[in-house]
């Protein structure tokens, strides 16, 4: 009842403004334009112009004639399309990687009381603020032929040859999860932190037992920030360069590297803009799935 | 026990009774540190019996409550259900239904979800357990909302939800932690008659855990008031009210007018006071105070000058001083309007209690 009177209110309100005085129509226009409009002007500049900018470079050949070239290397070119699926592979492991460790991690982690929680977090956020190059030779370090798991296996008579832990996709993914873990991380912990302890409680009191409420109860209460994470991971993946560079050894070629050569090397802006595009349609692709797999595992 | 004055007619078809079961508990003891949190607590419930554990914050009645459930370890004591201490016996197979004071409904499940989830634990078959939940559903009135999403519940509806899927499974026994404190009072008091009638309708043993002196006196069987990790009394509604045994019971249920043994002997004139040893206090109730005698009963009259009088929609409240100088209240219910304005602030006036209506009580330490 109450609700229709108030529906009613509104739609007597609402109702001479379509015909009513343009001047008003504009006022409110203008009302709710404007203070939205600083945030817009930087959207525009800082995001919508440099990736239309690049849409329009990608036009270009080497000769700086218009043409679809670009486009047409990368769709026949058997080398693009290994160097795009190694990506999205080197990609989809490190997000495989972070969920196995990451779920459980967070897991745990929300379980601490309030002050250890926070020591953890502590801990999590402190790789981010080393550097990515420490962080791949350091791994060099440990893997390489005679780095220190090569030579302790040795030494202990485990193996006879070292085995070939880096310069491969193994060495890139293990970086590459190092890396992203807490990003992985912070917003799994903020869903998982979010989920009332009490619903554990009561599935217990039903008689679930604590394998069967994490499952049936926990886990789907945290699966937005799982996902998010998972989808975080990935595109973030997309673009890495460094890490692939110098745990793959040459041996991992993924799409930033050719966008790097194209450019110091070809000085061709028109490939590496293609390329970029490409990147992006695919990011977005990405999403698009993520959002559908979102909808889909929360309806029900 | 059971006074049965709430007991709806039995209709068929509805969620049909598994035997209750009498729940025993024998000196439970819990310490959290150097707080001793309960403290040797005894309580007998019967099967089929409605229990209100009624207490202030901080009395121990949750911690109870929640040994009972399973989720708090007790340190000393035993829980004996069926002849068989459960007090080691983990949460998850204890079989109790427990009504939260949050719901705790999960809200990634629709309503008949939620209700269900008890049902496949137990391996009921998909087609089986949905009829079951519907009908649980029916039964606190939810019919329709099956397929809601929790987050478009009321307040209210939620709770029926939390209700249904606590005793959708029927356990032998139902643990209600102040169920009905988030909800506004008219919805709470039409809540509690309802969960009576439900209790009534299912035979379920019952244990309630409140604040609220008034719901523990409108739903349950037995009262157990608690008071520092303590039970300090478990008696009917009635008696509880009636003839609290101690200072602190008749403090706490109700507005009690407290005189000490031998003050009473010099104030209370027109009869002699019952020998009650042990006992120091006398205790009557402020409504039980009239401004005339009681025609045909035998009346003890107290002299009192008024301090104020004021009116509170159904009564009238007025503040007296003894001649020793002691403040209390007395509560006129029925008193007309120009009977009150006779008496004014300073007048030495006469009040009636009938000698029935005397009780005796322990002073608190």
New interface residues.
């Given amino acids: 009842m109450i609700a229709q009177g108030s529906d009613m209110a509104g739609a007597m309100t609402a109702a001479p403004a379509p015909g009513g005085e343009p001047k008003l129509r504009l006022r409110r226009w203008l009302e709710t334009a404007l203070p939205v409009a600083p945030g817009l002007a930087i959207v525009f500049a800082f995001v919508l112009l440099p990736c239309l900018w690049l849409v329009w470079l990608s036009l270009f050949n080497d000769t700086g004639q218009i043409s679809g070239e670009n486009y047409q290397r990368i769709a026949e070119q058997v080398s693009y399309r290994r160097i795009f699926v190694t990506t999205f592979s080197v990609s989809l492991q490190t997000v495989l990687c972070c969920l196995v460790l990451g779920v459980p991690l967070a897991t745990f982690i929300v379980s601490l009381p309030e002050r250890t929680r926070a020591l953890f977090v502590a801990f999590i956020l402190f790789p981010l603020w080393t550097s990515l190059l420490v962080r791949a030779y350091a791994w060099l370090v440990i893997l390489q032929r005679n780095g220190l798991i090569n030579s302790w296996l040795l030494q202990a008579g485990l193996i006879d040859e070292p085995l070939p832990l880096a310069f491969n996709a193994f060495a890139t993914v293990l970086g590459m999860t190092h890396i992203m873990l807490p990003v992985f991380l912070l917003p799994v912990i903020g869903a998982m932190s979010g989920i ?1 302890r ?2 554990m ?9 604590r394998a ?1 409420a994490y499952r ?2 926990f886990l ?2 945290a699966l937005p920030g799982i996902l998010a994470g998972a989808t975080l991971v990935f595109v973030m993946s997309l673009g890495f360069y460094v890490t692939p560079a110098i745990l793959g050894g040459g041996n991992v070629q993924v799409i930033s590297m050719r966008i790097a050569r194209s450019l110091s090397t070809y000085s061709n802006f028109g490939a590496a803009a293609a390329i970029g595009v490409v990147l992006l349609i695919a990011t977005f692709a990405m999403l698009g799935v993520s959002l559908t797999l979102r909808k889909l595992l ?1 309806r ?1 | 026990m059971r006074r049965g004055r709430l007991m709806a007619p039995k209709s068929t078809g509805e969620i049909a009774r598994a035997s209750a079961q009498a729940i025993e508990i024998r000196n439970i003891t819990k310490r959290y540190g150097d707080q001793t949190a309960l403290r040797r607590v005894s309580l007998s419930v019967e099967p089929g019996e409605f229990v209100a554990i009624l207490g202030s914050s901080g009395s121990g009645k949750s911690t109870l409550l929640m040994a009972l459930a399973g989720f708090v370890q007790i340190d000393e004591g035993a829980i004996i259900l069926q002849g068989r201490d459960i007090a080691p016996v983990p949460a998850n197979a204890r079989g109790f239904g427990v009504v939260f004071q949050n719901y705790a409904l999960f809200p990634h499940m629709s309503v008949i979800d939620n209700v269900m989830y008890p049902l496949n634990l137990r391996g009921v078959p998909r087609r089986e357990a949905r009829a079951r939940a519907a009908e649980a559903l029916a039964t606190v009135k939810l019919a329709g909302f099956e397929d809601r999403r929790i987050d478009a519940l009321s307040g209210g509806q939620r709770q029926r939800v939390a209700l249904a899927r606590a005793i959708v499974y029927e356990p032998a026994v139902l643990l209600m932690d102040e169920p009905l404190s988030a909800l506004d009072k008219s919805l709470r008091e039409e809540m509690q008659i309802e969960i009576r009638e439900l209790h009534d309708k299912l035979n379920i043993t019952t244990l309630y855990v409140t604040h609220d002196q008034r719901e523990a006196l409108t739903m349950a069987d037995r009262i157990a008031v608690m008071s520092r990790g303590e039970i300090v009394q478990v008696d009917t509604p009635e008696r509880i009210y009636r003839e609290p045994s101690s200072e602190f019971v008749a403090r706490f249920l109700g507005e009690a007018v407290l005189f000490a043994r031998a003050a009473a002997g010099r104030l209370l004139t027109g009869g002699a006071l019952a020998e009650s040893p042990g006992r120091d206090l006398v205790m009557l109730r402020s409504e039980d105070l009239r401004l005339d005698p009681a025609p045909g009963e035998a009346c003890l009259s107290l002299r009192a000058r008024v301090h104020a009088i004021v009116f509170q929609g159904d009564s009238w409240l007025v503040q007296l001083d003894t001649a020793e100088g002691e403040r209390f209240c007395a509560r006129a219910q029925r008193a007309s309007a120009a009977r009150m304005a006779s008496l004014a602030s300073g007048d030495e006036i006469d009040l009636f209690v009938r000698a029935a209506d005397i009780h005796h009580v322990r002073a608190d330490a």
Wanted: proline share 5%.
């Fill in positions: 009332d009490g619903l409680r009561a599935a217990a009191s039903m008689g679930a037992s069967h049936t109860v789907p209460l929360l029900r």
